[in-house]
Structure formats: C-alpha cells, structure tokens
Nanobody
Framework: QVQLVESGGGLVQAGGSLRLSCAASGSGFSRYAMGWFRQAPGKEREFVAAIGRSGENRYNVDSVKGRFTISRDNAKNIVSLQMTSLKPEDTGVYYC?????????????????WGQGTQVTVSS
C-alpha cells in the first residue's frame, strides 16, 4: 500500500515557475514507476511526465518538453515536477501516481495509486 500526497500548486503568471512535490508513504516506493498527470475542467486526465523506478528513464508529453522536468529521490520517497515557462494551458489539477507497469507509464489506467491532486492555475 502506498499513500501519495501532492503539494506545491498555486496561482502563477504566464512565464512563471512552480515546483510540485509528491511525498509517498508506505512500503516499496522504489518498486514503482511514478507519473504526473493533469486534468482540466471538463477534460480527461492526461499524461504529463513519468520516471522509472530508479530514475533512469524519463518521459514527457510533447507539450511540456523543455519546460517540465521530473525527478525522484528514493531515499526520501519523493517525486518532483519542476515546471518553468508556464502557460495558461498548463492550468489544471495535477495528480501524482504510482504504477508497477513501468512499460506503460503514460497510461493512467495502469496506475495503482493516486494522490488527491494539487491545483495549478496559470494566468495570462
């Protein structure tokens, strides 16, 4: 069992930066690949970024490449998402998830655990 708690969301102007963190408790954090997803009002949850169990593999959706960086610290059971050059279209609730299916980290249906989400709002 893994519990996930996100933090770091907020209101920021376009071009600004935010750093999201996801703290995991429970056992076996390093067994899971970790991902960030976001959901805008009226839209489905979409993949943003994911990182392999030891941090060796990282994936981003094209719309955030060069702007967002995912990282993890297995000693502290934390996964982070550094977001820069934020745009209004980045607005949404950001969710952290944990999956044992490291081959399909971009698919939300493969995730075993989710956090409660943190709101990110980017104003123009």
């Amino acid at each position: 069992q893994v519990q996930l708690v996100e933090s770091g969301g907020g209101l920021v102007q376009a071009g600004g930066s935010l750093r999201l963190s996801c703290a995991a408790s429970g056992s076996g954090f390093s067994r899971y690949a970790m991902g960030w997803f976001r959901q805008a009002p009226g839209k489905e949850r979409e993949f943003v970024a994911a990182i392999g169990r030891s941090g060796e593999n990282r994936y981003n959706v094209d719309s955030v490449k060069g702007r967002f960086t995912i990282s993890r610290d297995n000693a502290k059971n934390i996964v982070s998402l550094q977001m820069t050059s934020l745009k209004p279209e980045d607005t949404g609730v950001y969710y952290c998830g944990a999956t044992l299916d490291y081959l399909r980290m971009g698919e939300p249906r493969t995730y075993n655990y989710w956090g409660q989400g943190t709101q990110v709002t980017v104003s123009s």
